[in-house]
């Protein structure tokens, strides 16, 4: 049984590495943490990054959006992961520079 349990351990390691794997992960103020799959997170990089510096673009919105916008732009996100967090808080708010 001990045999079964720990084979069953490895293989939802592997899974969740898998699954993992293409995600990227964010933290808000209050230290909750969430993860995004990395295509949402280019897709709302664009259509934020487009509408501030697009007058004639559309604000976009969404759930993803508002909860990409709770998040903390810390040096573990990298560049990407910095621009998304701080093009999200100024789309939401609706501030363009």
């Known amino acids: 049984m001990a ?5 069953y351990a490895a293989r939802l390691d592997r899974l969740e590495a898998t699954y993992d794997s293409n995600r990227m992960h964010f933290r808000t103020a209050k230290g909750r943490r969430f993860s995004l799959d990395v295509g ?8 934020t990054l487009g509408w501030l510096h697009d007058p004639d673009a559309e604000q976009p919105r969404g759930p993803l959006l508002n909860l990409l916008a709770t998040a903390e732009p810390d ?13 999200a808080k100024q789309t939401v708010t609706g501030v363009r520079p």
């Open 40 to 47: 949402d997170v280019f897709q709302i990089v664009s259509d």
């Open 3 to 7: 045999r079964r349990l720990a084979g």
């Open 75 to 87: 040096n573990e996100l990298g560049l990407i992961g910095q621009t998304v967090v701080l093009a």
